[in-house]
């Protein structure tokens, strides 16, 4: 083989390796200069400490009506027929990651602790609130507010009677009823009268208890939360 060839069979890969070394570098350069528009597109921030990403998700403010204690007084749009109506949306003493139907027509909610005090003001601006373990949070800030998921505990429950309209009165939060974090579980209306809620969760914050095995009876006519019969398996709903 001659020099020239070895050469070229040399210098080629070598060229063409720290041109994408180059291009490589110029690439990362250029997105950590835009760094913080594409967290502003993407709802990413940093608060404060670069290491610790959170997700913001903050949201603007409703201009839809807000729903009247009458609903015969919901201004209806002229194509909602057509394309439907959504209205402003109203306060809620928890965040309903389950939400069941109860015979009486009332609805139960839970998956989060519960809303203990809040700022008095129009239901569609923000506010600050302070959740029923004393936290404080503000409303439409996001989840940037805790970590993972230590507010989701299942522990406080709502029950909202539509028939009486959309204010704070026309729910009812039970506080921690029973010793029971129900945030993973499994619900059933056994009959007019009687909600079965099957497991829960293993909180791992102090002093809350762990629930997969556990099981309570929500008394709809009396209005009551009871501790049940425990699974005989952790984890599972297959044995009772």
């Not at 490589?24 to 670069?50: M, P, W």
């Not at 239901?123 to 373990?133: F, G, V």
């Not at 009823?177 to 099957?198: E, G, T």
Request: hydrophobic share 35%; charged share 25%.
């Amino acid at each position: 083989m001659s020099l020239l060839k070895k050469i070229k069979n040399f210098v080629i890969p070598l060229v063409l390796s720290l041109s994408l070394v180059i291009i490589l570098f110029d690439s990362i350069a250029d997105l950590y200069l835009k760094r913080h528009s594409i967290f502003s597109k993407l709802e990413i921030s940093f608060d404060g400490d670069h290491s610790k990403k959170t997700i913001v998700n903050p949201l603007t403010k409703s201009l839809r009506q807000i729903p009247p204690s009458n609903i015969k007084e919901l201004s209806i749009n002229d194509n909602a027929n057509l394309k439907g109506q959504w209205s402003a949306p109203i306060d809620w003493n928890v965040t309903a990651i389950h939400s069941i139907l109860l015979p009486d027509y009332s609805a139960m909610t839970f998956g989060t602790f519960g809303v203990s005090e809040k700022e008095k003001i129009d239901t569609r601006e923000n506010k600050k609130m302070t959740l029923t373990d004393g936290r404080k949070i503000e409303r439409d800030i996001g989840s940037s507010q805790w970590n993972h998921h230590d507010v989701n505990s299942g522990v406080d429950f709502d029950i909202w009677d539509f028939k009486q309209g959309f204010g704070d009165e026309t729910h009812e939060l039970f506080k921690k009823p029973v010793l029971m974090d129900a945030f993973c579980s499994i619900v059933r209306v056994i009959d007019s009268n009687r909600v079965f809620i099957l497991g829960g969760n293993q909180n791992l914050i102090e002093g809350m208890p762990d629930s997969q095995n556990s099981t309570m009876i929500y008394n709809i006519k009396e209005r009551t939360f009871e501790k049940s019969q425990q699974l005989n398996t952790k984890g599972g709903t297959d044995q009772l």
